[in-house]
């Protein structure tokens, strides 16, 4: 059972100001409208009663600008979630907006609301990159919000986008470093996905958009994993979450329905290829490591395996429960795979 988890109700494009260059929520959630008040609560009783409903819940708004629906629906999409955050049922409430819709009055409304963590749509920290994405705001706004809720002791969470148009992998580095420093609890970090229907399809059509290799992209994942263990950071997600409609939606880009799997896999072979340069004479590697962990070790379709074949090397993959999830023990030697770091960017 999970210690804590969301129920998730999707408000798609709600207090959207921009239609951003990439961006189709109601692709992305499979939700097509706001729900009402009855169905917000059907929603969380059924969640609450779930038998293997995680110990702690939280309630959660996603897929809009929350702050930026008009104050009077706001109210009642929170009020329609008060009974639960009142009996016990659910820790807090969490919302995303965008980071030119935050004010000290309305971080004062939200806190009368119980909200208790509010995320930010950064997305990228180079003015330029979000204006040719039409985003609407700039970093500074990122910087001001995040401060403001960070003082209101809200539990801050950002986003960023990997690879938007007009970026540099130079420029994902420089904004998740300038991210890390305001401090957030969270972090979601989204690869780019080209949803049919939005601009970048029509960049990439064209050909006035080239997209990192998916190479680049796994590579800068793993980093920030790294980077955000290193600063406490948690990231709560990495990569779109697989929904049955997404993919027949994605036409480009660097959707996986197991991304975040492929990006620890890619720290499972740093730490193999590392053990391998230190021991030269090995021939066969046993590795231990977490349950559910082993495929993850062995590569996407034994890619890793495939990686250390290629150095003579062959791998024994047995799981443990006494080892947390990635730690990996390869004769005495153990490896956290969030602590190797494995390019100059960094």
Not at 196 to 201: A, R
Request: glycine fraction near 6%.
């Amino acid at each position: 059972m999970k210690s804590k988890g969301n129920i998730a109700i999707f408000v798609p494009h709600a207090g959207c100001l921009h239609q951003c260059s990439f961006c189709d929520q109601r692709k992305i959630s499979a939700a097509q409208r706001i729900p009402s008040p009855a169905q917000i609560q059907e929603i969380c009783q059924k969640a609450v009663n779930h038998p293997r409903r995680p110990k702690t819940l939280e309630i959660a708004f996603f897929g809009g600008s929350f702050t930026a629906i008009p104050e009077a629906q706001q109210n009642v999409l929170l009020e329609a979630v008060q009974p639960f955050v009142q009996n016990g049922s659910v820790s807090g409430i969490r919302i995303s907006t965008r980071p030119d819709c935050i004010t000290p009055a309305i971080l004062q409304r939200l806190q009368s609301y119980h909200v208790t963590a509010i995320e930010l749509g950064a997305q990228s920290m180079a003015d330029t990159v979000l204006q040719q994405n039409r985003r609407g705001h700039t970093a500074q706004a990122v910087r001001t919000a995040a401060k403001l809720i960070a003082n209101a002791n809200f539990s801050l969470g950002l986003q960023m986008m990997v690879g938007l148009y007009g970026s540099t992998i130079e420029q994902e580095y420089a904004t998740l470093r300038e991210l890390l420093a305001l401090h957030p609890e969270t972090l979601r970090i989204y690869p780019l996905a080209v949803l049919s229907g939005t601009e970048l399809e029509k960049r990439v059509q064209d050909g006035s958009f080239s997209l990192y290799s998916m190479e680049d992209v796994l590579h800068f994942c793993a980093d920030a994993l790294c980077l955000c263990h290193a600063d406490g950071v948690k990231v709560i997600r990495c990569g779109l979450h697989a929904e049955e409609t997404l993919s027949s939606e994605v036409v480009a880009g660097f959707y996986h329905p197991a991304f975040r799997e492929l990006v620890e896999s890619q720290l499972c072979l740093r730490c193999l290829q590392q053990h391998i340069r230190q021991h030269p004479a090995e021939t066969t590697l046993t590795v231990q490591t977490a349950a559910g962990w082993s495929s993850r070790v062995a590569g996407h379709h034994g890619s890793n395996r495939s990686a250390c074949q290629e150095n003579g090397v062959k791998l024994r993959i047995t799981e443990t429960a006494a080892l947390p999830a990635g730690w990996l023990q390869i004769g005495e030697d153990g490896y956290d795979v969030f602590q190797i770091a494995g390019t100059a960017r960094l």
